[in-house]
């Protein structure tokens, strides 16, 4: 059964750069059809998704946040990374990784959900 | 502000069946599928329904999806007391990233 597993400060002071890291056991990320995902939830707020990458190293950002975020993956350690530029209070939130399965069908793609998540990481961005 | 649109609260009573809505767009709803989580505070979310209609292993059959056009709507049939917790839809947006609801925050009285 795979789980995720985030990492990385609780405590980012503002401008700097907030980085996490999802650790995926139990299977490896190259298996299967899937994306991995980062999405944030603010105190009390709903999701927002921030960004995804398929182990070919291909990414698509949510484009709010597109000019600070690099999502990166090793496939040798069983990981996938996020990266979140020029952090400021706003950036403050719980961040989940998670995997969604997809198919291609005839040229479009299907989406399955996101059947597993981390249980999240809360980052603090305060001086 | 979310993409889509849920009422942030919703209540029923243990037996009852309760709807929440989803309002999008004919970029997100109307053309693609919807997935609905359910999340207890302090946890991480949990996927209910899939593919608008479909119910991981181990999901309840209390619990059902739908859509017509641009909404969409999770069922909850015979309300039971752990049901009470957050409910959030999801779709693909034509953009080529998923968007969420606000959230819906159920009661069970």
């Known amino acids: 059964q795979v789980q995720l597993q985030e990492s990385g400060p609780g405590l980012v002071k503002p401008s700097q750069t907030l980085s996490l890291t999802c650790t995926v056991s139990g299977g490896s990320i190259s298996s299967g059809t899937y994306y991995w995902s980062w999405i944030r939830q603010p105190a009390g707020k709903g999701l927002e998704y921030i960004g995804r990458i398929y182990t070919s190293g291909s990414t698509n950002y949510n484009p709010s946040l597109k000019s600070r975020v690099t999502i990166s993956v090793d496939t040798s350690k069983n990981q996938f990374s996020l990266k979140l530029s020029s952090a400021t209070a706003a950036d403050t939130a719980v961040y989940y990784c998670?995997?969604?399965?997809?198919?291609?069908?005839?040229?479009?793609?299907?989406?399955?959900?996101?059947?597993?998540w981390g249980q999240g990481t809360t980052v603090t961005v305060s001086s | 502000q979310s993409v889509l649109t849920q009422p942030p609260s919703a209540s029923g009573t243990p037996g009852q069946r309760v709807t929440i809505s989803c309002s999008g767009s004919s970029s997100n709803i109307e053309s693609n599928t919807v997935n609905w989580y359910q999340q207890f505070p302090g946890t991480a979310p949990k996927l209910l329904i899939y593919s608008t209609n479909q119910r991981p292993s181990g999901v309840p059959d209390r619990f059902s999806g739908s859509k017509s056009g641009t909404s969409a709507s999770l069922a909850i049939s015979g309300l039971q007391s752990e049901d009470e917790a957050d409910y959030y839809c999801a779709a693909w947006d034509d953009s080529q990233r998923p968007v969420f609801g606000g959230g819906t925050k159920l009661t069970v009285l």
């Open positions: 998670s995997r969604e399965e997809y198919q291609v069908i005839y040229r479009k793609t299907y989406y399955y959900g996101m059947d597993v």
